[in-house]
Each structure stands twice: as C-alpha cells, then as structure tokens.
C-alpha cells in the first residue's frame, strides 16, 4: 500500500508521547511542553529523541512526515540529518517564538528568531538533502509578535518556502487571539495579512474557523491537518471534516505527537472515523467518513496538503516509490483472517487493528528503509 503521510507531528515532544495529556492546551503548553522542548539546546539529548522518533515513525509506516522541531537551530538541523540518514522524506521547521510569559527562559528575540530561522533554511538547503526540506513554522498566534509573523511572511515568500503553523485549536487559545491582535477580524487573517497563508501553507486543528475562514482557505490553496487524537485527548475540539472538505480546503491527517499519544498514522485513521461518528452522533452532520475516504486522507490527501502529489500518494505511473508491503498473516499479528475475508475485509482489518508487527518492508522513492540497515 501506498506510505503514509504525517502533516503534524512535533518531535522534541516524542519523549513524552503517551503521558501528560491531562491538562488542556495551553497550560499543556506551559506544564510540559515548554519546559520539554527548552532541554533541546543539549544535542545529545536532541538527538536520543530524534532518532527514536524517525525510527518509530518510519517503523508505522510514516513515509513522509511534517516535523516542528525546536528554537535551537543546530538540534533542528540535526533533526533533519536523522531524517536523511533514515531516508525518511521530510519537511523540518525550526519554531520561531518571540513571547511566552509563561515560561521566559523557552523564547527568542523577535531579531534573534528571524536571523535563525534564514540561518536554518540556508544550511539546510546547502546540505542538499534530496528529501529533506525547511518549512517556515511560527509556533502560532500567542506564541508570536505581529513583527514576527511578518518577517517570516517576507522570509517565506522570498524564498519560496512551506508555512506551517496552528489555527483555532481550542476556544481559549481563539479568545487569546482576539485580545492579542485586534486589528485582525480572525485568525485566519492575521496569517494571512502576513504573507503566511498561501498555497504551501499547513495549518494544524482549525477546529473553529467560520466559513468565512474556510472560503479563504480555498482562496490561498491552504491547507489543514487534522490531528484527531490531540483534539480529543486535550479536549480542544472535534474538526468538522465534511466542512472542510465541502469548501474544497486540502486536508490530511497528524499525529500531533505528543498532544497526540501515539505515532502512528493509523491511530490517526482511526481517531479521524471517531471524531467524525461523533459529530453523527451529535446530530451535527448527517453523513460520516468512510474507512477508504480516512485512509485516503492518511496517504493522497496528505501529499496534497504538502503539495507532493505530483511525487507520491498513490502508485500513478510516474511517481516515486514510497510503499508498505503489509504482511496480514505476520506470526505475531495482532488480528485474524478468515477464510470468507476478501480483499476489502482484510485491508479494514489492518486498517483498524493492524500495526508495525505486519508492516514488514518500507520504501521510500523506492528504496528500502525498514528493516533498518546496520549502516543507522
């Protein structure tokens, strides 16, 4: 099947995936988020964690993820060394963050940040990765000053460069917004009106936007990631993917470890059919996702979301090799086939309960990455 495609993850929070989701988001942010991602400037630290994250992550079958690292600019390149040396395809954004009160020590200076980041995207790109690439990443709105924001517009905009950041993730982090920016009539503008909302834009959550919003989306060729099992498990919100999607917004599917306690995309999958059962079961919308149209999202839409549907997604003719080769009767598979099982009875089977045990090979532009070589 075709590799999956993570349009959110965070990597420095992969040392806690599966602890802390107790708090919302952001005195999430504050308790252990923050004071986590500020022990990143120590390398060796840095770089325990990102190798078990590409190694965890290409292992589930993430052929290709969209990474936010840290401020500190030498850990993030090193993230995207890690990510070469596995052969994952990547995007690796440096966060940039010039205000956070709540804990002073994890911030730069507005010139500091900006300076970095063209530092970041410059040694990055002189590496010459063949699948590695920079990604501009204001960590979001609260996070940032106006002149910020702007700066990585320009920066963005000079360089051609992706965009990825959140919107509208939860209702108090929207009012912060408000507050902090009321010159903005949303959220989506204040993006927008800083050159950050284009058609190489990845915005995380938008579990609020108005239809106004959406329409703008559209508009700028944006695109949203939902993170289903961060929503839930901070309780942020539930996206509305039918909404999304009937305002002809590009969407896939993030992990968003580690508000997301799990790594792997087909928790993804899995957590996108269960928001969207709630939202039938709140007699919010009248028709749900299907498993083929989650699975979707999870492989093609996210190559759209990145805009590398003309290089992966599906096995068109032409494009590059990023493949699992899924073995359903693994010794220790964590389901059973039966003889009456079709095709479709065992793909749904794997797509629901499957995991690593039965992803036995993975390729990325044709090469074989997992079993990992001795050479990683």
Same mark, same amino acid.
């Given at each position: 099947?075709?590799?999956?495609?993570?349009?959110?993850?965070?990597?420095?929070?992969?040392?806690?995936?599966?602890?802390?989701?107790?708090?919302?988001?952001?005195?999430?942010?504050?308790?252990?988020?923050?004071?986590?991602?500020?022990?990143?400037?120590?390398?060796?630290?840095?770089? +325990?964690? *990102?190798?078990?994250?590409?190694?965890? #992550?290409? /292992?589930?079958?993430?052929?290709? @993820? %969209? &990474?936010?690292?840290?401020?500190?600019?030498?850990?993030?390149?090193?993230?995207?060394?890690?990510?070469?040396?596995?052969?994952?395809?990547?995007?690796?954004?440096?966060?940039?963050?010039?205000?956070?009160?709540?804990?002073?020590?994890?911030?730069?200076?507005?010139e500091d940040s900006v300076q970095e980041t063209e530092r970041f995207?410059?040694?990055?790109?002189?590496?010459?990765?063949?699948?590695?690439?920079?990604?501009?990443?204001?960590?979001?709105?609260?996070?940032?000053?106006?002149?910020?924001?702007?700066?990585?517009?320009?920066?963005?905009q000079a360089r051609d460069l992706h965009v990825q950041s959140h919107?509208?993730?939860?209702?108090?982090?929207?009012?912060?917004?408000?507050?902090?920016?009321?010159?903005?009539?949303?959220?989506? +503008?204040? *993006?927008?009106?800083?050159?950050?909302? #284009?058609? /190489?834009?990845?915005?995380?959550? @938008? %579990? &609020?936007?108005?239809?106004?919003?959406?329409?703008?989306?559209?508009?700028?060729?944006?695109?949203?990631?939902?993170?289903?099992?961060?929503?839930?498990?901070?309780?942020?919100?539930?996206?509305?993917?039918?909404?999304?999607?009937?305002?002809?917004?590009?969407?896939?599917?993030?992990?968003?470890?580690?508000?997301?306690?799990?790594?792997?995309?087909?928790?993804?999958?899995?957590?996108?059919?269960?928001?969207?059962?709630?939202?039938?079961?709140?007699?919010?919308?009248?028709?749900?996702?299907?498993?083929?149209?989650?699975?979707?999202?999870?492989?093609?839409?996210?190559?759209?979301?990145?805009?590398?549907?003309?290089?992966?997604?599906?096995?068109?003719?032409?494009?590059?090799?990023?493949?699992?080769?899924?073995?359903?009767?693994?010794?220790?598979?964590?389901?059973?086939?039966?003889?009456?099982?079709?095709?479709?009875?065992?793909l749904q089977k794997f797509l629901y309960l499957g995991d690593d045990?039965?992803?036995?090979?993975?390729?990325?532009?044709?090469?074989?990455?997992?079993?990992?070589?001795?050479?990683?």
């Amino acid at each position: 099947m075709p590799g999956m495609v993570d349009t959110h993850i965070h990597a420095p929070q992969y040392s806690f995936a599966g602890t802390r989701v107790d708090l919302p988001l952001l005195q999430w942010l504050t308790t252990y988020t923050f004071p986590t991602e500020a022990k990143y400037k120590d390398s060796d630290f840095a770089e +325990e964690v *990102y190798t078990r994250v590409v190694r965890r #992550t290409l /292992k589930n079958g993430t052929t290709t @993820a %969209c &990474y936010f690292a840290t401020i500190h600019t030498d850990t993030s390149l090193l993230l995207a060394e890690i990510i070469d040396k596995f052969g994952q395809r990547a995007f690796v954004g440096k966060v940039c963050m010039d205000m956070n009160d709540s804990v002073p020590q994890y911030k730069e200076t507005t010139e500091d940040s900006v300076q970095e980041t063209e530092r970041f995207v410059i040694e990055l790109l002189e590496k010459k990765y063949p699948r590695v690439q920079p990604v501009i990443t204001p960590r979001f709105g609260p996070s940032c000053t106006e002149g910020l924001l702007c700066a990585l517009g320009n920066l963005a905009q000079a360089r051609d460069l992706h965009v990825q950041s959140h919107i509208s993730e939860n209702e108090e982090e929207l009012k912060l917004v408000e507050n902090m920016f009321p010159a903005y009539q949303n959220y989506t +503008e204040l *993006y927008d009106k800083n050159k950050l909302l #284009t058609s /190489k834009t990845m915005m995380a959550h @938008a %579990c &609020y936007l108005s239809e106004e919003e959406l329409k703008l989306f559209s508009l700028r060729g944006a695109a949203i990631s939902h993170c289903p099992n961060s929503n839930f498990s901070l309780r942020s919100g539930v996206l509305n993917v039918q909404k999304v999607l009937k305002n002809n917004v590009k969407l896939g599917l993030g992990t968003d470890v580690a508000g997301g306690y799990s790594a792997s995309m087909l928790d993804a999958i899995r957590k996108a059919m269960m928001a969207s059962n709630s939202l039938q079961v709140n007699k919010v919308n009248e028709t749900g996702l299907t498993l083929e149209e989650a699975f979707q999202l999870a492989t093609l839409g996210g190559s759209q979301a990145l805009g590398l549907d003309d290089v992966i997604g599906n096995f068109e003719v032409g494009k590059e090799f990023d493949a699992l080769l899924i073995n359903t009767k693994a010794s220790d598979s964590p389901f059973d086939l039966f003889s009456a099982d079709n095709f479709e009875d065992t793909l749904q089977k794997f797509l629901y309960l499957g995991d690593d045990r039965n992803i036995s090979e993975v390729y990325v532009a044709g090469k074989q990455v997992v079993p990992f070589s001795s050479s990683v």
